[in-house]
C-alpha cells in the first residue's frame, strides 16, 4: 500500500529511470494522475505536461465506463458495457457532448495559454495513479499516439490484471508496481487518497515547468 500519489511516484520513477532524458516526455492523467507524473518526470529530468481524458459513464450509473474521450477528437468505446447497458444514440451523445465540453475546460485551465510539448519522435509516458478498466488510459495513449509519439509507455503504480489485454496495441510497453489479482479499486492500493485539486495540478505543471526552464 502506498502512503500517498507523491510517494507512488518516486517509487514508479526507479522502475522509469532507463526512459529518461531528452528524448521523453512525461504525459499525466489530471488530475490524480499528475502528482506521480511530478515525481516520475523530476526523478528523469523529462518535460511534464498533461493529457486530457474523460470518462463516458452510462447514464444511469456514472461510475461505469461505457468508453472514454481524449484531446484531439480521439475516442474509446467499451462494446460490452454498451451492449449490456442498452445506451441509445442519443443517450450517448448527450453524455460525449457533457464530457467533451469539459474536457476542453479542464486543458485550458491546466495550461494557462502554454502550448503543449510537442511528442513528435519522443517516447511518452503516460502516468496514472492507477489503471482500472483502461479506458481513460487507452484514450490518454490513443492521444499520445495521435500527436506523433514514437513509443508510448503506461506507468502506473497499480493496474488491474486485465491491463495489458484490455490495452491491445496501443501501448508499446506497460509499467505497473502492483498487480493486485482481487483487484477492486485504485483507491484501495492508497492510505491517503484525497482528490487532487484542479489548483494542485496547476501548480504542479507550474513548478515542473519552472525547473526545466532553470535546467536550460
Given amino acids: 500500500m502506498f502512503t500517498d500519489r507523491r510517494e507512488a511516484g518516486r517509487l514508479l520513477a526507479r522502475r522509469l529511470l532507463s526512459l529518461g532524458g531528452a528524448d521523453s516526455v512525461v504525459l499525466a492523467l489530471p488530475r490524480g494522475g499528475v502528482p506521480v507524473g511530478f515525481e516520475v518526470a523530476l526523478a528523469?529530468?523529462?518535460?511534464?505536461?498533461?493529457?486530457?481524458?474523460?470518462?463516458?459513464?452510462?447514464?444511469?450509473?456514472?461510475e461505469l465506463a461505457m468508453g472514454a474521450i481524449g484531446e484531439d477528437g480521439v475516442r474509446v468505446l467499451n462494446t460490452e458495457v454498451l451492449a449490456a447497458s442498452a445506451v441509445d444514440d442519443d443517450e450517448f451523445a448527450a453524455v460525449e457532448q457533457r464530457e467533451r465540453a469539459e474536457l476542453d475546460r479542464r486543458a485550458e485551465r491546466y495550461r494557462r495559454g502554454r502550448a503543449r510539448i510537442d511528442l513528435t519522435g519522443k517516447t511518452s509516458i503516460v502516468v496514472d495513479d492507477?489503471?482500472?478498466?483502461?479506458?481513460?488510459?487507452?484514450?490518454?495513449?490513443?492521444?499520445?499516439?495521435?500527436?506523433?509519439?514514437?513509443?508510448?509507455?503506461?506507468?502506473?503504480?497499480?493496474?488491474?490484471?486485465?491491463?495489458?489485454?484490455?490495452?491491445?496495441?496501443?501501448v508499446d510497453g506497460i509499467v505497473c508496481l502492483e498487480v493486485p489479482?482481487?483487484?477492486r479499486s485504485v483507491g484501495r492500493s492508497y492510505r491517503s487518497f484525497r482528490q487532487t485539486s484542479d489548483n494542485e495540478v496547476v501548480d504542479l505543471l507550474r513548478r515542473a515547468e519552472t525547473r526545466a526552464d532553470e535546467g536550460r
Avoid at 528523469?44 to 456514472?62: E, I, S, T
Avoid at 482500472?132 to 495513449?141: D, V
Fill in 181 to 183: 489479482q482481487r483487484f
Fill in 130 to 170: 492507477g489503471v482500472a478498466t483502461g479506458s481513460t488510459a487507452r484514450a490518454a495513449c490513443r492521444v499520445a499516439r495521435a500527436r506523433g509519439a514514437s513509443e508510448v509507455i503506461l506507468a502506473a503504480p497499480v493496474c488491474g490484471p486485465d491491463t495489458a489485454e484490455h490495452l491491445g496495441g496501443d
Fill in 44 to 62: 528523469l529530468g523529462a518535460p511534464l505536461d498533461v493529457v486530457v481524458v474523460r470518462k463516458l459513464g452510462v447514464p444511469y450509473q456514472p
